[in-house]
């Protein structure tokens, strides 16, 4: 049984931690629901074993290991699509990468397309590497990447210059268009 005083550090822990897991959680799962449900299912089970873990040293990698390990799961599984950014909007339509209001329209709908080109070649890449691009997306460094991935540093290193490389191979076709097009 939990006191007080943990239940409000566990309370405060979770408010800091839980948007970044969410974002996280939905750059896999490309559905908002389901990736708070995931990050829910999560912070459950590790906060139901909060005795064995010591939260504030550790609680940031095993929960997002828990998150990457069910996403992985669930798209080994559902064969869910994942995105470099993240989730599409409500309406369906991507979260621009750039403020669409500063650019021209001919540049809204290249980055559109620069969009839809990153997920169709994420793609390309297996679960695990996708995961550690969003994870290093996220700023995390190749220990918390391997933490999180359950896999070395050295492998989550591999893992992000591999999945970097393929997605350059994948998007060299689009590079030549645009070279194409800047001597038209």
């Not at 943990?6 to 990736?35: C, I, K, M, N, T």
């Not at 089970?45 to 997002?64: N, P, S, T, W």
């Not at 890449?125 to 290093?136: K, N, V, Y």
């Amino acid at each position: 049984m939990l006191t007080n005083e943990q239940r409000q550090r566990f309370g405060a822990w979770v408010a800091a931690v839980g948007p970044r897991a969410v974002a996280y959680a939905r750059s896999l799962v490309h559905d908002e629901s389901r990736a708070d449900d995931v990050v829910q299912e999560c912070f459950y089970r590790l906060l139901r074993r909060a005795d064995a873990y010591d939260l504030e040293r550790d609680g940031v990698k095993i929960l997002f290991k828990a998150i990457s390990n069910l996403c992985i799961n669930q798209a080994t599984r559902e064969k869910a699509l994942l995105s470099l950014n993240s989730a599409p909007q409500a309406d369906g339509e991507p979260v621009p990468i750039a403020d669409p209001v500063a650019l021209r329209p001919e540049q809204i709908l290249q980055h559109r397309e620069l969009e839809q080109a990153i997920r169709d070649a994420l793609q390309v890449l297996s679960p695990l590497q996708r995961a550690a691009i969003e994870l290093r997306a996220l700023g995390m460094s190749k220990e918390e990447i391997g933490d999180a991935l359950g896999v070395s540093a050295t492998n989550a290193g591999v893992l992000v210059h591999r999945g970097r490389q393929a997605l350059a191979r994948e998007l060299e076709s689009l590079r030549s268009v645009a070279d194409f097009d800047e001597k038209v």
